[in-house]
């Protein structure tokens, strides 16, 4: 399930406004169907196959599903806008397109990776690399430190370490093109300064992924469609229940009306959107 469907709470509606054209605009979307959803902004879709029916009178090849995905994305993110979703919210991602939304911001971890990816070529170079490394990550141990007692002070300090770290050329082509484009991104990777109850990085996220790569590491895939959105779902379900504070077996016996005379349980949908 796309994480924006997960977020929007049970609604089921498409929305064309700002929020979707934006949405839009920073996809490798042809500037034609950008145009042509332009002139349907402020319209609210019901459904998915209302949705559907109007991409295809405005003859849009809804059965191109890169193209798709991107107009149901956009479409959705501007539903969640419409409805007043998500207005604080920040996403902390490892930098993958679909989560540039909202107030974003980056995962350290990720960021740093791509220095290890370096392939230097001689004993200088690498020892360049490993200098930055240690910089970086001195920057991200007082960074976390910092978060527990925050202090103006020391946002402003922060603020020009950063710039000496990711300012530095070390006369390594490949780092220092590398280094110029991390300092592109300082607003993202610097968000916990102005946001400091987010975490610096994605480490809780991937592992509730875990479960599924062990789950398909150990069957090694599953016999059928059906067969993988049915494990995809349960191991969803899990999970949320267990963020929720609530019994999974308990939320299944709810489902399949074991639970007697307890009062039922709400849908997943509206007990995320009271938790947030």
Not at 111 to 140: G, N, T
Not at 177 to 201: G, N, W
């Given at each position: 399930m796309?994480f924006?469907?997960?977020l929007?709470?049970?609604?089921e509606?498409?929305?064309?406004?700002?929020?979707?054209?934006?949405?839009?605009?920073r996809?490798?979307?042809?500037?034609?169907?950008i145009?042509g959803?332009?002139?349907?902004?402020?319209?609210?879709?019901?459904?998915?196959?209302?949705?559907?029916?109007?991409?295809a009178?405005?003859?849009?090849?809804?059965?191109?599903?890169?193209?798709?995905q991107?107009?149901?994305?956009a479409?959705?993110?501007g539903a969640?806008?419409?409805?007043?979703?998500?207005?604080?919210?920040v996403?902390?991602?490892?930098?993958?397109?679909?989560?540039?939304?909202?107030?974003h911001?980056?995962?350290?971890?990720?960021?740093?990776?791509?220095?290890?990816?370096?392939?230097?070529a001689?004993?200088?170079?690498?020892?360049?690399?490993?200098l930055?490394?240690?910089?970086?990550?001195?920057?991200?141990?007082?960074?976390?430190?910092?978060?527990?007692s925050?202090?103006?002070?020391?946002?402003?300090?922060?603020?020009r370490?950063?710039?000496?770290?990711?300012?530095?050329?070390?006369g390594?082509?490949?780092?220092?093109?590398?280094?110029?484009?991390?300092?592109r991104?300082?607003?993202?990777?610097?968000?916990?300064?102005e946001r400091?109850?987010i975490p610096l990085h994605?480490?809780?996220?991937?592992?509730?992924?875990?479960?599924w790569?062990i789950?398909?590491?150990?069957s090694?895939?599953?016999?059928?469609?059906n067969?993988?959105?049915?494990?995809?779902?349960?191991l969803g379900l899990l999970?949320?229940?267990?963020k929720l504070?609530?019994?999974?077996?308990?939320?299944?016996?709810?489902r399949v009306g074991?639970?007697?005379?307890?009062?039922?349980?709400?849908?997943?949908?509206i007990?995320?959107?009271?938790?947030?």
């Amino acid at each position: 399930m796309n994480f924006l469907t997960l977020l929007r709470a049970g609604r089921e509606d498409y929305v064309v406004n700002e929020a979707t054209l934006d949405y839009l605009r920073r996809q490798p979307i042809e500037g034609a169907v950008i145009a042509g959803l332009t002139k349907l902004q402020g319209r609210v879709f019901s459904s998915q196959l209302e949705w559907l029916e109007h991409l295809a009178r405005c003859s849009i090849n809804i059965f191109d599903r890169p193209l798709l995905q991107a107009l149901n994305e956009a479409a959705t993110w501007g539903a969640l806008r419409h409805h007043g979703l998500m207005q604080n919210t920040v996403i902390v991602s490892d930098d993958a397109g679909q989560f540039r939304v909202a107030t974003h911001a980056l995962c350290w971890i990720h960021a740093e990776r791509h220095l290890q990816k370096l392939m230097s070529a001689s004993p200088k170079q690498a020892k360049a690399v490993e200098l930055v490394r240690q910089a970086i990550w001195c920057f991200y141990l007082s960074l976390k430190l910092w978060k527990q007692s925050p202090s103006p002070v020391g946002e402003r300090v922060f603020r020009r370490q950063f710039d000496k770290i990711f300012g530095l050329r070390t006369g390594y082509k490949e780092l220092d093109a590398l280094l110029a484009r991390l300092a592109r991104r300082k607003d993202e990777l610097l968000r916990v300064l102005e946001r400091t109850e987010i975490p610096l990085h994605t480490n809780a996220s991937e592992n509730d992924l875990r479960a599924w790569v062990i789950k398909r590491k150990i069957s090694g895939g599953t016999m059928s469609a059906n067969g993988r959105v049915a494990r995809d779902v349960m191991l969803g379900l899990l999970k949320t229940c267990r963020k929720l504070g609530l019994s999974f077996f308990t939320y299944l016996g709810d489902r399949v009306g074991l639970n007697g005379d307890q009062p039922r349980i709400p849908p997943l949908a509206i007990l995320v959107a009271r938790a947030a």
